[in-house]
């Protein structure tokens, strides 16, 4: 058990993807990034000079630097003096990267509240996606719905990320869906997510064969949409149905459901 303001790696990882995850903020220094050039998932990267200028209002805050000492005790310290709930991660980012926990490549990282732009009237793969991408990747991205024909032009326009058309990076590859070249590249390997993917990818691909909630999937996504006309409506309780689906994935795929039980088939 970690003492007053500390958190251990494993307890804040499962917070990360959830709706009431904490903001991480990573503080390291020049040098220890360098040589470790990657990020805990949705980190808010500031120098520890910056602390004081922090533009959100008061929450709940996990601080890290490189070994969890002076730089995330003192921003800490200084957060809980402005009405934050702030811990320290325990042993900074070298012990998140010792136990293996899934950390994203610093220059894969866009600005923080980045767009992305894709087709309008999503179904499947352009709801999980921006799901992924606000739990596990930058919690403020906005996401643009546009005609087929406009999101070349409207992400070049507009400085946004095309994802989900043919011959951008973030698109199905192979056999992958998006949400495929999403964890790939962003480096989100873990159980649960890989257990969701498998999910979303026969759902998306028609291969029901793969696994066998993608035609619940697949139902759920089109009553969706045709229960609304706003795509970022849409988008809204899609999150709710990802949210769902990744607490399956994490806590309740081995779970059942028989009643009456011991019925006769």
Known sequence: MPQFGLITPAQ???LIGTPDAPTIIDLRLPEDTHA????????????????????????????????GQKLSEGAAAW?????????????????WAAA?????????LPPPG?????????????IACPWLIRRFIDPAARFLFVAPTEVSSVADRFGAIPYDIPGVPFSHRGEGCTFDA????FGLTCEALDRMALVIRAADTDRHDLSPQAAGLLALSVGLSRM????????????????????????GHEEGH????????
Do not use: N
């Not at 980045?114 to 352009?126: E, F, L, N, Q, S």
């Not at 609304?228 to 806590?251: E, K, M, P, S, T």
């Not at 028989?258 to 088939?265: E, F, I, L, M, Y």
């Open 36 to 67: 470790l050039p990657r990020v805990i998932p949705t980190s808010l990267c500031l120098p520890h000079t910056a602390i004081d200028t922090l533009d959100l209002p008061p929450g709940r805050a996990i601080v890290v630097c490189s070994k």
């Open 228 to 251: 609304f006309r706003d795509d970022l409506q849409q988008l809204g309780a899609g999150i709710a149905l990802y949210d769902a689906l990744y607490r399956w994935a994490r806590d």
């Open 114 to 126: 980045a767009a992305w732009v894709t087709r309008h009237r999503p179904k499947i793969d352009r």
């Open 258 to 265: 028989d009643w009456p039980a011991g019925r006769t088939p």
């Open 12 to 14: 804040a990882f499962r």
């Open 100 to 108: 293996g926990l899934p950390m994203v490549p610093l220059a894969a």
């Open 79 to 95: 957060l809980r003096t402005k009405g934050w709930q702030a811990e320290v991660l325990e042993g900074g980012t070298l012990a």
């Open 182 to 185: 999403l964890l790939a590249d």
